[in-house]
């Protein structure tokens, strides 16, 4: 039977590495369902996990049959090999993964003989990444800190749009930016209100004014940091570097500034 793959941003079960100790009809159903799932989603493997099964088997696609890998366990690891690798997990999200190259591992098939199997490149790479699922895993945890940061927003766009350092279609700074541009006009505005206003509603405008500016000073403080942050993402992307947005922040303080000199003359 075809069962439903579980999809990112769906949390996969918190229950896995289930060892398998009975080799008994039900095995041989979940077996079956992973070939069906395998085969109507065009698939190379999968591991049981990946349909919220939590029994440590493994199912691998090959020319004219299958692997079934039942409680695989990796004794032995040689080379390492650095590849793009998708997921179905996250759908057309890539990463580059360092794995080893060649891999001696011992298993069950699905009749409760001890196996034992070497692999290598290809092979390799694919028994490792279905055997990071059965212990909960995934490509994002084989890749360091920044490689992660870059994976995070490759999540956030969707897509691969920041491959190579590319510019993403928006960011959270430019956010930032347009927010600060739209209340500093918003206060430079509010200024006229002074000729028409009563007293007493100049005084609540006159505090407005000041938190105002506050909010356009903590702002640009945030801005930069962030700003900072993305550009290190972000290296090809022209609006990312530094300059630019130190440009953009030293612009805002300067609208800032003269917004700060027009109400102190005329509070």
Do not use: W
Not at 117 to 143: M, V
Not at 149 to 177: E, H, R, V, W
Not at 221 to 233: A, N, S, V
Request: glycine share 4%; aromatic share 12%; charged share 20%.
């Amino acid at each position: 039977m075809i069962k439903e793959l579980i999809k990112y941003p769906k949390t996969l079960s918190k229950e896995f590495n289930a060892p398998v100790r009975f080799f008994d009809e039900s095995l041989q159903i979940l077996i079956q369902d992973l070939k069906d799932t395998i085969e109507a989603n065009n698939l190379e493997g999968l591991s049981a996990y990946q349909i919220s099964n939590p029994y440590n088997v493994v199912v691998i696609k090959q020319e004219d049959d299958y692997l079934v890998l039942i409680n695989p366990r990796i004794y032995h690891e040689e080379g390492s090999i650095t590849s793009e690798e998708t997921t179905t997990y996250f759908g057309n999200i890539s990463a580059n993964v360092t794995r080893s190259s060649l891999i001696k591992l011992t298993y069950e098939d699905q009749n409760g003989n001890t196996k034992y199997l070497t692999a290598s490149d290809k092979l390799a790479i694919l028994i490792q990444r279905k055997i990071d699922y059965t212990y909960g895993g995934n490509i994002r945890y084989r890749l360091n800190s920044k490689e992660q940061d870059i994976f995070d927003q490759k999540l956030q766009y969707g897509n691969d749009a920041l491959q190579n350092g590319a510019c993403p279609t928006s960011s959270i700074k430019d956010k930032i930016s347009i927010f600060t541009n739209y209340l500093i006009a918003l206060s430079f505005i509010s200024l006229l209100l002074v000729f028409i206003l009563n007293d007493q509603n100049i005084l609540l405008l006159q505090k407005a004014q000041t938190y105002s500016m506050l909010s356009i000073l903590a702002l640009i403080l945030i801005y930069i940091p962030y700003g900072y942050y993305e550009g290190k993402i972000n290296k090809g992307c022209t609006s990312c570097q530094l300059g630019n947005i130190l440009g953009t922040a030293l612009i805002a303080t300067i609208k800032l500034s003269i917004l700060f000199a027009l109400n102190y003359f005329i509070f």
